[in-house]
C-alpha cells in the first residue's frame, strides 16, 4: 500500500540569523528546492527575517512560517506580534507550543490552544508541537504526557480545523542535545498519537494527518527516520542552521520516500 505522504521538512531558526545571514541561507535552500520537489519545505525565521526570506522566495514553492504568534488580532500587547501580522508578512505556518516556550516563556497546552484558534482564524496553519521530558519517559509517562497535550492543546477544534493542523512530535530530551530518538522510539509515539487523533477525529482525518517528528534531525537519521510509517517530516533546529545539512536531511527524507512508492 502506498501509505507514504511526500515529505514535510521544516527548519526552525530560533533565534539565530541576522537579516542578511537569513538572505544567505534562505536563497541556498530556495535554490536547492529546485531538485528537491518532492518535499514540503518550510523555513521558519526569526520574525525579524521574515519578509526579507518571503521576499526571496517569490513564487518559489518554499514555504514561510514564524515560531509564535499571540492570539488576539491586535491590540495592547506590547512585544507581541498577531496571526493576521504574520498573514500579512507571507507566512502560511505557525510553530505553536515549542518545547522552548513552554520551558522559558510559560506556554500551557491552554495557550496552545487559544494560539491554534488565533492561527487558524487567520487561515495560518499552525505547527503543534508535543513531547515528554526524560523523567517522563524514563517513569514510563510518555503516552499519557503526549495524550493530554492532544486532548488540552487541540481541545474544541472542529474536523475541518483540525485538517489544517501539523503536529510536531519532539522529545524534549533530544531537542538540541544530540540525542535522537530511535526511528524505533519515534515510530511508537507517531503511531499512539495518530491512534488518539483516530479516536477523536476518526480514522479518515487522522490517516491525513501530518505527524512529524523533531529531536536532534540529522542528514545521517534522517532517512532511517522517515522509513518509519507514520513518521511525516521533520521539525530540524540546529541542523536547518546551515543549507548544506538541512539539504541534505530533506534529500534523505525523499530518498525514503521514493523507495516506498
Ligand atoms: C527544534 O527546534 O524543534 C529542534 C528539534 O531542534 P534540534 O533539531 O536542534 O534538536
Known amino acids: 500500500m502506498h501509505h507514504k505522504k511526500p515529505p514535510f521538512v521544516a527548519g526552525n531558526w530560533k533565534m539565530h540569523m541576522t537579516i542578511q ?7 541556498a535552500i530556495i535554490q536547492a528546492r529546485l531538485e528537491l520537489s518532492e518535499a514540503e519545505i518550510v523555513l521558519i525565521p526569526p520574525f525579524t527575517a521574515l519578509r526579507s526570506v518571503k521576499k526571496l522566495a517569490g513564487e518559489s ?3 514561510l512560517g514564524a515560531q509564535n504568534l499571540f492570539w488576539e488580532e491586535q491590540g495592547a500587547y506590547t512585544g507581541e506580534i498577531s496571526a493576521p501580522m504574520l498573514k500579512n508578512v507571507g507566512c502560511r505556518y505557525v510553530v505553536i507550543g515549542h518545547s522552548e516556550r513552554r520551558q522559558y516563556f510559560g506556554e500551557t497546552d491552554a495557550t496552545v490552544n487559544k494560539k491554534i484558534a488565533g492561527a487558524l482564524n487567520s ?11 526524560l523523567e517522563e519517559r524514563e517513569a514510563g509517562k510518555t503516552m499519557p504526557r503526549v495524550e493530554s497535550q492532544i486532548q488540552a ?3 474544541g477544534l472542529t474536523p475541518e480545523q483540525f ?8 522529545p ?3 531537542i538540541g542535545t544530540g540525542k535522537t530518538a530511535t526511528p524505533g522510539q519515534a515510530e511508537e509515539v507517531h503511531a499512539f498519537i495518530r491512534e488518539k487523533l483516530a ?3 476518526g480514522k479518515e482525518a487522522a490517516f491525513c494527518a501530518i505527524i512529524i517528528y523533531g529531536g536532534s534531525v540529522k542528514p545521517a537519521n534522517s532517512y532511517s527516520l522517515f522509513r518509519e510509517k507514520n513518521i511525516d517530516g521533520f521539525l530540524v533546529g540546529g541542523a536547518s542552521l546551515e ?18 512508492q
Request: hydrophobic share 50%; glycine share 4%; aromatic share 8%.
Open 153 to 155: 492543546g487541540l481541545a
Open 61 to 63: 514553492p518554499v514555504q
Open 172 to 174: 524534549i530530551w533530544a
Open 123 to 133: 487561515k495560518l496553519n499552525p505547527i503543534v508541537c508535543m513531547g515528554e521530558t
Open 163 to 170: 485538517r489544517e493542523i501539523i503536529i510536531a512530535y519532539e
Open 243 to 260: 543549507a548544506d545539512s538541512f539539504i541534505q536531511i530533506i534529500k534523505e527524507a525523499i530518498r525514503a520516500y521514493k523507495e516506498e
Open 199 to 201: 479516536e477523536i477525529y
Open 21 to 27: 545571514e537569513a538572505k544567505l541561507l534562505a536563497a
